[in-house]
């Protein structure tokens, strides 16, 4: 590999462009999850990422103040139910997030 070659390379392994709010194990999964189910409700993602209601919680509105997921509370019958999906910045911060991570491996 030429020089030049080499550091073109290195300009994508920059790990600081890194997203730390997404990085989060738990916020990574929900992310991911999110980014191909559209929207799902709160008891959905408890099981598909296995935590806890308070873990969860607490995820989800580190998420929510980044503007990256939408939340919404509503009545389905006499029970509450909250669907999470992305916003159109939580799905632009993801694909860059992938990109990101790209240029590290």
Request: charged share 30%.
């Amino acid at each position: 590999m030429s020089d030049k070659a080499a550091k073109e390379e290195q300009k994508g392994f920059d790990y600081q462009k890194i997203d730390d709010v997404i990085h989060g194990r738990v916020r990574l999964a929900l992310m991911a999850y999110l980014s191909t189910a559209g929207t799902a409700d709160f008891t959905e993602l408890k099981k598909k990422l296995e935590v806890t209601d308070g873990n969860l919680s607490v995820h989800i509105r580190k998420l929510e103040d980044a503007g990256y997921v939408r939340v919404k509370k509503r009545f389905q019958g006499r029970r509450p139910q909250t669907l999470c999906a992305l916003t159109d910045k939580g799905r632009e911060a993801w694909l860059a997030y992938i990109k990101n991570l790209q240029g590290l491996l």
